[in-house]
């Protein structure tokens, strides 16, 4: 199914038909991977060198994990200290980003909330608006309607009776089980990594070729960023000998002190989708607490539609998925156009023609949702020009195009399907 599954599937009110969640559901495998600290297409949950990012402002700052420390970045109106204690309280819980990402779906009206109209009048969910309650509305409901789970979370978190089940309970709870049913470790790549001779011929060649042309997206241990090759250059002074053969400290030159966020995210101009034929209540694309999708032709631009204060300008970047399982995970990329490997690659070959000639979506497309939704990219020449200006932080190769062989296509294709 090349589409998430959100509020629209089931008729529960009278604006079901508008919500369509236009972005392929990511995969679950290796999320837990300590490496893995940047969660959804556009990155709205990200924790790299101690900043924390997420769509609650409260929950957003500096956070020393280990140590339990927090701090609110300065935001504008300040952050009540009642709210400030309850993002303590969250926090306080919580060993990976993981954890808050399981949670961030709540609060998407197209997700998993729904419409305010879509519940009972005197549902206090109804009521509620911050981000905060509403998590807490849908812990009282555990409590209500669930009591056996209820039982399984304080036994395992060890509760006193003093202390209360919150939020920060279940996300980590369903990061415990997705570490432990999700996680792909002995692959035959991973396998051809540890001496053995777990690949074909075919896969070699292909592996070759991935080294060659993906490793600068897709590298490091989750296969989902750059390599760290900068790792000498962590020390902010270094020591040098002066002219009177003396050791002095001096300002490290090459220094970085914060890896870029955006080296997780990149454009590969994957042709864009839209819905032209549908009013809708509002034509933002991106609302604070709502899955970002396009409306009446407004195209999915991704991280440069998250976290503002973070991201200002770049365009079409979404998050560089990782690639472990990535077989079982068709159909691929953040619009789930393309059905199988054998159509990445051909993109990746020629991304240029890929995406001029992207007038059509696959069969699937029409037999799921109708005429509703159609190809953008390619039938409107703007469109087709704003995705081909997309953000990429890394030498614009695939710009180029890589303009494979036939053989080495199908190389490529059977290297990618040893990841599983």
Known sequence: MPLSLGQGLEPIGPHKSNRKILRNS????????????????????????NDLRTPVRELNGVWLKEERVFDHIKQIPPISPERSRQAREILSWINHPLDLANIVPLLSPAEML????????????????????????YVNRVVRERPRIVNLLRHGFRLQPHQSLNIAHIGVALSEFI???????????????????????????????FKMHCTSCHGGATLSG?????SHNRKEFRTILNDKDKPIVVPNRDFIPKIDHHTAFSSVFVPAIGILHEPFKSHEAVAAFNNPWPHNNTLDKGREKSQRDVVSNKNFAFKIPPLRGINQ??????????QNLEEVVEHYSDARRS????TRLPPVFRRLYGDQIMALSGNFPNHTDQVWSG?????????????LSRGQKADLVNFLKAFD
């Not at 790549?189 to 075919?202: A, K, M």
């Not at 750059?226 to 900068?230: N, S």
């Not at 995970?329 to 393309?338: L, Q, R, S, T």
């Not at 995406?355 to 992207?358: A, P, R, S, T, V």
């Open 26 to 49: 990511m995969s679950l495998f290796n999320l837990k991977h300590p490496d893995n600290k940047v969660f959804f297409w556009d990155g709205k949950v990200s924790y790299t060198h």
């Open 114 to 137: 729904g419409n305010k109209e879509d519940h009972q009048v005197r549902d206090p969910m109804a009521r509620a608006v911050h981000p905060f309650d509403i998590w807490q509305e």
């Open 179 to 209: 570490g432990q049913e999700f996680q792909i470790t002995n692959s035959p790549y991973d396998r051809f990594l540890r001496g053995e001779r777990s690949l074909t011929q075919s896969q070699i060649r292909g592996f070759a070729l």
């Open 226 to 230: 750059p390599e760290t090759t900068h």
């Open 329 to 338: 995970n068709a159909p691929y990329f953040h619009n789930g156009v393309f």
């Open 355 to 358: 995406l001029q000639n992207f």
């Open 391 to 403: 953000f990429m932080p890394q030498p614009e190769e695939l710009k180029a195009g890589l303009f």
